[in-house]
């Protein structure tokens, strides 16, 4: 923690912050709203391809491991505050993407932090730390992976180029009544978009027309830096200028344009000069995964789960439209398989799909998660298991497939199984919420008590809940079953835990 042995606390919305850490917090949060701010574009130079020196990123103003300390912060607030997504799938795809972009940045070795948002709107954001969010709104509505991977580049950007820090440096004035302004209007904002904008505005009007124009050199910055992230990691470099141009394109007659128009303003000189600086760049791109049109007809199955419009008829008309692009219709068969399935129960029909696919695709990792989803809601509990021990055998590395392995084992009552194999994911593929969860879980029915409270204990305190995970280690800790390791694990955990909540 930053701050140490401080009574005096405040709190804005239910968000409690130490009196040391709040100036902190002031001036870092002034720097993640004023990097959104809108404008008309400065008169003259606005084409320039040369960026103006903004000075070393983040200078000495705020060390990377201060950053790092607020951005995990900063991220217990968004678990608790945003609905992130926990679909397996397209979270692993994700989190690929953004590792491969992340590898080819300018600071391949910060640790970057990739997670989608369940929310209809077309937005992504940066968090100090290297945290990076997209909305599931935005992943469907780009219409290739350089797209997507262009809005994944820009965020990284302003993160490599540390640009929260760098705003820090020129914020320092900004006082306690800002901050919570500001603090409130994002917090809001999570859940009402216009009251929180109209809080936040209410607050700084004055330091963003001060400081304006820095904030538009940082949004030409990270749009110049993403595009050859975009180039050097194998995507079309066109890719983030294209997809900002339709954005602009369809929201110049919108009632209520994008959420990230109004995060990320855009001018046409700002899309201008990246589309020279692709044009620049532009050779044939040489990287594809091929999971994007999948994760995009995933997505839209999911999406009409709750909706009045049918998924099978959304997926059965871009059939009818993908006859001359094999890739289109691809996505389209397994996205009607899973909507027949899910929707109408026609899981024989489903199945029929997917040999179809893999007749003509190969056995894709979306192709053995989907038969193995299906097996498994249409009962079939031992072939789905088979399912996913082949995609596991294909593609060792995906946590996808070892996550949904498990979690059909704990379905079909071999807990003990589920809870090797989840111990062994957690080890090597670090602890997200949703694997801690069904750990927890597994570790439960399997008879490991003291080891299932402690991570459950693990799950809330990841999500920032100290109260509720000290509760389950007082669990873990009273246990007639914990052993002596299991207790000295509990114990000390919760004297680090309570330490951190009286910093």
Same mark, same amino acid.
């Given at each position: 923690?930053l701050?140490?042995?401080?009574?005096?606390?405040?709190?804005?919305?239910?968000?409690?912050?130490?009196?040391?850490?709040?100036?902190?917090?002031?001036?870092?949060?002034?720097a993640?709203?004023?990097l959104a701010?809108?404008?008309?574009a400065?008169?003259g130079?606005?084409?320039?391809?040369?960026?103006?020196?903004l000075?070393?990123?983040?200078g000495?103003?705020l060390?990377?491991?201060?950053?790092?300390?607020?951005?995990?912060?900063?991220?217990?607030?968004?678990?608790?505050?945003?609905?992130?997504?926990?679909?397996?799938?397209v979270?692993?795809y994700?989190?690929?993407?953004?590792?491969r972009l992340?590898?080819?940045?300018?600071r391949?070795?910060?640790?970057?932090?990739?997670?989608?948002?369940?929310?209809?709107?077309?937005?992504?954001?940066?968090?100090?730390?290297?945290?990076?969010?997209?909305?599931?709104?935005?992943?469907?509505?780009?219409?290739?992976?350089?797209?997507l991977?262009?809005?994944l580049?820009h965020e990284?950007?302003?993160?490599?180029?540390?640009?929260?820090? &760098?705003r820090y440096? &020129?914020?320092?004035?900004?006082?306690?009544?800002?901050?919570?302004?500001?603090l409130?209007?994002?917090?809001v904002g999570?859940?009402?978009?216009?009251?929180?904008?109209?809080?936040?505005?209410?607050?700084i009007?004055?330091?963003?027309?001060?400081?304006?124009?820095y904030?538009?050199?940082?949004?030409?910055?990270?749009?110049?830096?993403?595009?050859?992230?975009l180039?050097?990691?194998?995507?079309?470099?066109?890719?983030m200028?294209?997809f900002?141009?339709?954005l602009?394109?369809?929201?110049?007659?919108?009632?209520?344009p994008?959420?990230y128009?109004?995060?990320?303003p855009?001018?046409?000189?700002?899309?201008?000069?990246?589309?020279?600086?692709a044009?620049?760049?532009?050779t044939?791109a040489?990287?594809?995964?091929?999971?994007?049109?999948?994760?995009?007809?995933?997505l839209?199955?999911?999406?009409n789960e709750?909706?009045?419009?049918?998924?099978?008829?959304?997926m059965?008309?871009?059939?009818?439209?993908?006859?001359?692009?094999?890739?289109?219709?691809?996505?389209?068969?397994?996205?009607?398989a899973?909507?027949?399935?899910?929707?109408?129960g026609?899981h024989a029909?489903?199945?029929?799909?997917?040999?179809?696919?893999?007749?003509?695709?190969?056995?894709r990792?979306?192709?053995?998660?989907?038969?193995?989803?299906?097996?498994?809601?249409?009962?079939?509990t031992?072939?789905?298991?088979?399912?996913?021990?082949e995609?596991?055998?294909l593609?060792?590395?995906?946590?996808?497939?070892?996550?949904?392995?498990?979690?059909t084992?704990?379905?079909?009552?071999?807990?003990e199984?589920?809870?090797?194999e989840l111990?062994?994911a957690?080890?090597?593929?670090?602890?997200?919420?949703?694997?801690?969860r069904?750990?927890?879980?597994?570790?439960h029915?399997?008879?490991?008590e003291?080891?299932?409270y402690?991570t459950?204990?693990?799950?809330h305190?990841?999500?920032?809940?100290?109260?509720?995970?000290i509760?389950?280690?007082n669990?873990?800790?009273?246990?007639?079953?914990?052993?002596?390791?299991q207790?000295?694990?509990a114990?000390?955990?919760?004297?680090?835990w309570q330490?951190?909540?009286h910093?």
């Amino acid at each position: 923690m930053l701050c140490r042995n401080s009574s005096l606390r405040f709190q804005v919305l239910g968000v409690a912050m130490s009196a040391c850490l709040r100036r902190h917090v002031a001036a870092l949060l002034a720097a993640a709203l004023l990097l959104a701010a809108t404008s008309p574009a400065t008169a003259g130079g606005a084409d320039r391809l040369e960026l103006p020196q903004l000075g070393p990123p983040g200078g000495n103003a705020l060390p990377v491991y201060k950053e790092q300390e607020l951005g995990a912060e900063a991220m217990q607030k968004v678990r608790q505050q945003l609905p992130l997504l926990n679909d397996p799938e397209v979270n692993e795809y994700i989190a690929d993407l953004g590792t491969r972009l992340a590898s080819h940045s300018e600071r391949p070795g910060y640790n970057y932090h990739f997670f989608v948002i369940d929310s209809d709107r077309i937005n992504a954001f940066a968090l100090p730390g290297g945290h990076v969010g997209i909305h599931t709104g935005l992943i469907r509505e780009t219409r290739t992976e350089s797209e997507l991977a262009g809005v994944l580049a820009h965020e990284i950007a302003h993160v490599s180029r540390r640009h929260i820090a &760098r705003r820090y440096a &020129r914020a320092k004035q900004l006082n306690l009544q800002t901050a919570a302004a500001i603090l409130a209007g994002i917090l809001v904002g999570s859940q009402n978009p216009q009251a929180g904008s109209a809080a936040v505005m209410a607050g700084i009007a004055a330091p963003i027309q001060q400081q304006l124009a820095y904030s538009r050199s940082h949004e030409r910055e990270a749009d110049r830096v993403g595009v050859g992230t975009l180039a050097t990691a194998g995507f079309d470099p066109d890719g983030m200028p294209s997809f900002f141009q339709r954005l602009a394109d369809a929201s110049r007659y919108a009632e209520k344009p994008p959420v990230y128009l109004s995060t990320h303003p855009l001018t046409e000189s700002r899309i201008t000069a990246a589309q020279n600086t692709a044009a620049r760049l532009s050779t044939e791109a040489s990287y594809v995964s091929g999971r994007h049109p999948f994760i995009r007809a995933r997505l839209q199955v999911l999406a009409n789960e709750e909706a009045s419009t049918s998924a099978v008829a959304i997926m059965r008309d871009r059939l009818a439209r993908s006859s001359d692009d094999p890739t289109a219709r691809a996505a389209a068969l397994y996205g009607l398989a899973l909507a027949l399935s899910r929707e109408e129960g026609r899981h024989a029909q489903a199945l029929a799909l997917l040999d179809t696919l893999e007749t003509v695709d190969g056995e894709r990792l979306h192709v053995l998660l989907g038969r193995g989803e299906i097996l498994r809601a249409s009962g079939r509990t031992e072939e789905a298991l088979q399912a996913y021990r082949e995609a596991r055998a294909l593609y060792p590395g995906s946590g996808a497939a070892t996550y949904r392995h498990a979690e059909t084992l704990l379905a079909a009552g071999q807990a003990e199984k589920a809870h090797r194999e989840l111990s062994r994911a957690a080890r090597e593929q670090g602890r997200s919420l949703p694997l801690l969860r069904l750990l927890a879980e597994a570790a439960h029915a399997s008879g490991h008590e003291a080891k299932g409270y402690i991570t459950l204990a693990r799950y809330h305190h990841t999500r920032g809940d100290i109260e509720l995970a000290i509760a389950q280690l007082n669990n873990a800790i009273r246990h007639a079953s914990a052993n002596d390791y299991q207790r000295a694990r509990a114990n000390a955990l919760k004297a680090r835990w309570q330490q951190q909540g009286h910093d």
